[in-house]
């Protein structure tokens, strides 16, 4: 009796697991329980289903294999057209044979949206929210006497001082005459500090360096910061551009920059000095016109910096508007990236998308990728600095950007998805929902 319980447990087991790795069990583990689509942009799904199945869906929103009625049959087996006509939700219900429940699908259409694709090496200036603090220093008070104010008023690396004495304040020329003039009074100064998000008061008491003959703070401040990175996108109809795909830090401090203004401006790369292992190469560039500013930044976020843009950068690869990828949509395979390695040509190179994590909300490191472009490789070593923010297409569409370049590979690095870039960009709506699955 005893035996026999265990072959049917044995057997009943085998039959789970033949049915859990076999293809209709697959497939159907594939159809996602939610869907996005943008306006106008035609999807094909395909599920390799040797069944018939009828499909229910609202016709005013969306079309399934060109049905102007609410039902149509479908052969599972066979990719299945859908044409979202206009922003709203539908529910994709399907009944296999035309009566079995089988599967519901949300399905989510938004606005269409097309960008510009970028490329070109941009030069960037901000200026920061306040004044960052990016060290200290001793100040020589006596013969044989030093000290540190700042240090004894436990004001941080990475403090950003936003007001003194309740004055806003964001430039460094200005912070001496403050400080000379506490001093010569002998009053305490009150400094309101930003750090980690959260507001700190400081009292900060000058001291007098008698070496320089002037009064210090024993701080080292920093109110800007500039460097070139690479266009991601421009959206014309509203005005907007996305760059770098990731956060701008203090290169002292490596901490996020609160900006409270800057520049975007015309570069032209004159060498890149190349990638190898361990030691990533750059792109060395100067600032063009100086005069033509093609844009301001408004937001620097973990996926780059973002401003307004009044007309289309020059020197593109295309004019031409593409469409953009959700996230769940990009691939493992080919793909092309837009970058420049020499004056402010953007040309395109073949890359693979070798891995894509499946994430549900912004995140970083969406996708690892590999150049494959000898050519590329052969003028850069790899992926190099200044070519973070380089556009990633893939199957014509916008779905990334490169964001960094491993050290112990530099042919291979990270990308973001493109959505995450414009949502900080404020031209794509966040999900409504996070549970969104890979189609």
Known sequence: MNNRKRWFG?????????????????????????LRLFSGQQKHLNYDMPVHAKLSFNPEVMRVNGSLSNTVDVDLNKPISLQPLQSGQTKMTMKLFGSIPFKTVKVHVVPD????????????????????????????????????????????LGDLIVRIDGTHINEVAKVASIVEQAGTAGKPLQLTIKRNGQIVEKKITPAFDVEDQAWRLGLYIRDSAAGVGTLTFYAPEQGVYGALGHVITDMDTQMAIEVEDGQVLQSSVTSINKSQHGEPGEKRAHFLKEGKILGNVVKNTAFGIFGKMKSTPTHGYDSKMLPVAFAEEVKEGPAEILTVIGGQKVEKFKID????????????KGMVIKITDKRLIENTGGIVQGMSGSPIIQNGKLVGAVTHVFVNDPTSGYGCFIEWMLQDAGVLMKRTSPNLKAS
């Open 10 to 34: 044995l057997i009943l087991t085998l039959i789970v697991c033949m049915i859990g790795v076999s293809s209709p069990f697959q497939h159907f583990a594939a159809i996602p329980s939610e």
């Open 353 to 364: 998308i070798v891995h894509v994590t499946r994430q549900s909300s912004p995140a970083t």
């Open 113 to 156: 949206l097309k960008v510009i694709p970028g490329g070109q090496t941009i030069g960037v200036k901000v200026k920061s929210a306040g004044i960052m603090v990016v060290g200290h220093h001793q100040v020589l008070t006596a013969k044989d006497s030093k000290e540190s104010p700042g240090e004894s008023a436990e004001v941080k």
